[in-house]
């Protein structure tokens, strides 16, 4: 079974940076999945972040984070990154690490596409 887990999650000052990791285990290899970022804000249901597919590295982010965050991966340590830059109050969030088998294009950004999630670590952006 994949297993994931998140770390790098804190409190941050608004225009700051932080960097989430989500190390991935539970198979010999990810091939055809793609890893994927949501995150839930307080009282807001879970959305969609950032995605990439771990053999070809393709990226896809929504566009409330385009050009703040950068989505990135290490294959050969299983390891799944999201790079947050300039950070915003609105950014508050739990952010989850996700993996998605044999994804396709039009589910790259759908949640319940995923099959295997995190626990989750806690963002706070700070005014």
């Known amino acids: 079974q994949v297993h994931l887990v998140e770390s790098g999650g804190g409190l941050v000052q608004a225009g700051g940076s932080l960097r989430l990791s989500c190390a991935v285990s539970g198979r010999r290899t990810f091939a055809n999945y793609a890893m994927g970022w949501f995150r839930q804000a307080p009282g807001k249901e879970r959305e969609f972040v950032a995605a990439i597919t771990w053999t070809t590295g393709n990226t896809y982010y929504v566009d409330s984070v385009k050009g703040r965050f950068a989505i990135s991966r290490d294959n050969a340590k299983n390891t799944v990154y999201l790079q947050m830059n300039n950070l915003k109050p609105e950014d508050t969030a739990v952010y989850y690490c996700?993996?998605?088998?044999?994804?396709?294009?039009?589910?790259?950004?759908?949640?319940?596409?995923?099959?295997?999630w995190g626990q989750g670590t806690h963002i706070t952006v700070s005014s």
């Open positions: 996700a993996a998605q088998p044999s994804v396709a294009r039009w589910s790259i950004t759908t949640l319940n596409k995923y099959a295997y």
